[in-house]
């Protein structure tokens, strides 16, 4: 190999580190370019449970790696029917907090947005923004308490699940 081949692959080898570095720090700072170029667990949720009939509190502990918008949500296996309001004889209340305090406390109704889809769909506790109301890469623990009969709405609607996930940012 001669030297102009040497530095051409030299060359294209700091391209593709600069170009990787680049995909991560963007990954971190812009919604925009993950909303284009989402990676595959974007919309996975971060940390589930399920809601058990007799149950009231439960804890989530999630770190946020990417900046934009996130829901706590009850999600049914079953769907009410597009457009059906979800029947709910509960209300929860939702603290989300790192270790230093408290950032978010909200707490839903019958009255909170819901959503549906081809596979189920279920209630919107909350809505927030990473880094503008929780901080990114920081552990944080969101704390419900569900008063109510969370039971009737499991028998209606199966077994629902408490998860929190990004949402979209269009």
């Given at each position: 190999m001669n030297v102009s081949g040497g530095k051409c692959v030299a060359a294209a080898a700091i391209l593709v580190v600069a170009l990787l570095m680049g995909v991560g720090w963007m990954r971190g700072a812009s919604p925009l370019f993950n909303l284009f170029f989402p990676p595959a667990n974007f919309y996975s949720p971060m940390a589930y449970q399920a809601i058990e009939d007799k149950s009231k509190g439960y804890l989530l502990e999630v770190m946020h790696r990417y900046p934009g918008n996130y829901e706590v949500e009850?999600?049914?296996?079953?769907?009410?029917?597009?457009?059906?309001?979800?029947?709910?004889?509960?209300?929860?209340?939702?603290?989300?907090?790192?270790?230093?305090?408290?950032?978010?406390?909200?707490?839903?109704?019958?009255?909170?947005?819901?959503?549906?889809?081809?596979?189920?769909?279920?209630?919107?506790?909350?809505?927030?923004?990473?880094?503008?109301?929780?901080?990114?890469?920081?552990?944080?623990?969101?704390?419900?308490?569900?008063?109510?009969?969370?039971?009737?709405f499991n028998k209606k609607y199966g077994t629902s699940v408490l998860l929190v996930a990004k949402s979209s940012d269009e």
């Open positions: 009850i999600y049914a296996p079953t769907s009410s029917g597009v457009g059906v309001p979800y029947q709910v004889d509960f209300d929860a209340d939702i603290e989300v907090k790192t270790e230093k305090m408290t950032l978010l406390h909200n707490t839903s109704s019958k009255e909170s947005p819901q959503f549906w889809g081809r596979a189920g769909g279920g209630i919107t506790l909350l809505r927030y923004r990473v880094p503008e109301q929780v901080p990114r890469n920081e552990l944080v623990q969101i704390n419900v308490a569900i008063t109510g009969d969370i039971g009737r």
